[in-house]
């Protein structure tokens, strides 16, 4: 269970002056100061916390002076029930400085996430023999989850913020959607067979070639985990905060299709990134869209080895 959190940072308020709130996003408890009641607060995970206002007691008409009295000498003023009054939330920064501050650091970690997936592919494309750039598939995918954990660690942990357990219907849910999506890659499939099979055989030469726990282990289960932080672990958070919730699951589902490269994949890719975006969304866990991924992943294979 993660320690409470402090605001402002490092001065635990005493009892009498805190205000209590839990993150519905990440579970995250905080207190806070009661000075601060009514303002709004980024959570570790980039949702905004609401802080409620403090009730304000009822001025008394002069003629009740016993009962402005008992008012005077009663308790101190408490914050309004935070399950009703205190909602997490994602919405576009009010604050201008703080929205161009906030769209700045989100474009560069965007362009950095793009960068671990597409710059090693393409550089082997140009300095690599074709006949040898497909069987380097692996270590390519192995060196774009190496530069993903490092932009991860270097954009303050928020990547690893959602890796905590998920409902049993959110993994049922994965399962089910993998299946499909499976069935969907398999007409796709079926129609460049019928066209052109230079794709398809040449991915069909590198399962064979690594063998099927490899292949496993480096074409299903390392992409499930890495792109998994990257897109709905780093690349989620940042942008539902600073284009809103609709918005940001859009932009986080396109860059993981250009991840991919344009193909006749493309559209199940998009799909697939769509869904995963809102079972993070819902589910407040990277581990179910993990499970979607690797089961998406491995049928794929099982189904061209």
């Known amino acids: 269970m993660s320690p409470k959190r402090f605001w402002p940072k490092g001065h635990p308020p005493v009892e009498a002056d805190a205000i209590e709130l839990s993150c519905r996003s990440c579970g995250l408890s905080w207190s806070i100061h009661k000075d601060l009641a009514g303002g709004r607060l980024a959570c570790e995970c980039s949702a905004w916390l609401q802080v409620p206002a403090l009730v304000q007691p009822n001025y008394l008409p002069l003629h009740k002076p016993a009962q402005a ?10 914050p309004l029930s935070v399950e009703d009054e205190v909602v997490a939330f994602m919405k576009p920064l009010e604050s201008y400085e703080a929205n161009r501050k906030e769209s700045t650091v989100a474009l560069l970690q965007f362009a950095l996430i793009m960068a671990c997936f597409l710059v ?8 690599v023999e074709e006949e040898l750039a497909g069987l380097l598939l692996p270590v390519l995918g192995l060196l774009s989850g190496a530069l993903v954990l490092l932009v991860g660690a270097l954009s303050g942990g928020l990547a690893f913020t959602a890796l905590r357990s998920a409902k049993a219907s959110a993994f049922g849910e994965a399962a089910l959607v993998a299946v499909g999506m499976f069935t969907f890659a398999i007409l796709l499939v079926k129609g460049m067979e019928s066209g052109s099979t230079g794709g398809t055989s040449e991915f069909t030469e590198l399962i064979d070639f690594l063998g099927p726990a490899l292949s496993l282990f480096t074409i299903a289960l390392c992409p499930a985990l890495f792109e ?14 600073v284009l809103g919730k609709k918005q940001g699951l859009m932009v986080t589902a396109c860059a993981f299709m250009l991840a991919h490269g344009i193909s006749l994949a493309s559209p199940i890719h998009l799909v697939l990134g769509l869904h995963l975006s809102w079972l993070r969304d819902r589910s407040g866990s990277l581990f179910p869209g993990m499970v979607e991924h690797f089961v998406y992943n491995a049928l794929v294979l099982s189904f061209l080895y």
């Open 69 to 78: 009295q008992a008012l005077l000498d009663g308790p101190a003023p408490r």
């Open 228 to 241: 998994e932080l990257a897109f709905r672990g780093l690349m989620h958070s940042r942008a539902q905060r």
């Open 120 to 127: 090693p592919g393409l550089i082997v494309q140009i300095f």
